[in-house]
Structures are given as C-alpha cells and as structure tokens.
C-alpha cells in the first residue's frame, strides 16, 4: 500500500482544511494510507518523509524553516512524489527560492482577482496526464506565475483576460498544470484550485487524481531503472509524463 502525507495551513481563504480532506478521500479510494497534518512540522523526520511515496503540500504563503525544506527536496530528490495545487503549492513559502525551484513556479499575480472567467486549453498529446480530456471553462482565480522553463506544460491559459499593467505585452499561454522531476522524485503541479469548490469540479478534479497517482509512481521507476542497470547518479527523470 503506498503511503501519503497531505499537510495543510496557512492562509485560510484558500479553504485548505477542505481541499487537503478532497484529496485525502481521493487517495483512499485509490488505497493509499493517508496522513493529513495542520503544521509545517510534520516535514521535520527526515527519514519518515523518505519512506513515504507521496507528499501534498496545501499550504498558501506564510514561511518555512530551511531544514523542513531541505528534508522535502531530500525525499523528494530520491523517489518521493510531490504534487498540490494553486497556492497550496506554488505560493506556500515566498520567500524560500528552494522551494520554489523544487515546485517549478511561483505565483506573483492573478490579474482580475477572483470571479475571471477562462479557458483552460488542455495540450493534447502533450502526456498521458492528459489524454481524453478537453478543454473547458472556469470561474475563478486566474494565476500568472513565473514558471521553470524545464517543466512539460500540460495545459494552458491565454493572457490577458482582465485588465491590469501585463495588457502591454503581447498575449502569452500561461502554463496552468505542468510536471518535472527533482531528482529521481516526480513534481505535479496544477495552478487551479483557489477553493474546495473549484476543486470539486469534475475536470479538475480528474486532474489532480491523475497529477497525485503519477507523482506517486516515482519510486516504481526509479526501482525499475535501478534494476536496469543503471546508476542513481545518472538518472535524469526519463524526461517525459509516462
């Protein structure tokens, strides 16, 4: 049975008791054991994070202690996945660079605020992540993020939609979900999900369940590229979503 940790907090507007209890329900129909924390210390047993299979950070803006950063990206770097949503994930800590290196962006605005209607463009054929699913609309927050050029971006939005400053550049497609790898460990990450409501909707919530199953899966291939023969030191992340 493979073993995940789910530890919420922070700013309470994005509802992260609700959402981290979402996606707990969601790994237990999968049968994961599921440990749910409230408190930035449950990254503190180094050892304890290296065993787990999965880590889900639902935790906006506030700070973190180094070592607890150091302890996720140690794990994470050796096969423990690492997967969370809009600013659970992407905007936890903003003044750790670490943490956001190991994440793949960091927020910096959502032009418009909350109630912008968008539309979410699925790249197809981009990953088996994606595979089936269609584009649609939301409601909601739309994050601008400033984004690791090495992530495989699986789906998009177009800027601008509100008004704002950025409305003198040239239109962009701003990644919304996207994964890399830290290491032998595998990072999801979707931009949507600014309360429980809207990760309750039904494409983004097959997202989420695909992005934790796949982050999930890293210690499995690693295992299998070991017993391939070869080295630890020369793992790349086999370089796509598969």
């Not at 700070?63 to 050796?78: F, T």
């Not at 909601?140 to 003198?168: C, I, K, M």
């Not at 931009?191 to 982050?215: D, F, T, Y």
Request: glycine share 10%; aromatic share 10%.
């Amino acid at each position: 049975m493979k073993k995940a940790l789910i530890v919420w907090g922070g700013w309470n507007g994005h509802q992260p008791e609700q959402v981290a209890a979402i996606f707990a329900d969601m790994l237990r129909q999968e049968q994961f054991e599921v440990e749910v924390a409230d408190t930035l210390q449950a990254y503190a047993d180094a050892e304890k994070l290296l065993s787990l299979d999965l880590i889900v950070p639902v935790w906006t803006m506030g700070e973190i202690e180094q070592e607890l950063v150091n302890n996720v990206s140690a794990a994470v770097q050796n096969g423990t996945g690492l997967a969370g949503c809009h600013g659970g994930m992407c905007d936890a800590f903003r003044k750790n660079v670490d943490w956001q290196f190991m994440t793949g962006g960091q927020w910096v605005a959502h032009p418009g605020n909350d109630g912008v209607e968008y539309t979410v463009e699925i790249r197809s054929g981009s990953s088996p992540l994606v595979a089936g699913l269609e584009d649609f609309t939301v409601r909601s927050e739309q994050y601008y993020l400033h984004v690791d050029p090495a992530v495989e971006v699986l789906a998009t939005t177009r800027f601008p939609v509100a008004d704002g400053p950025h409305r003198s550049n040239r239109a962009v497609d701003m990644p919304v979900a996207w994964t890399k790898y830290w290491g032998a460990g595998r990072v999801y990450y979707n931009s949507l999900g600014h309360q429980a409501n809207i990760v309750e909707m039904p494409p983004i919530k097959e997202m989420m369940r695909r992005g934790l199953l796949w982050a999930a899966e890293g210690k499995e291939q690693l295992a299998a590229v070991t017993a391939a023969g070869e080295s630890n030191s020369t793992y790349t992340g086999m370089g796509d979503s598969q």
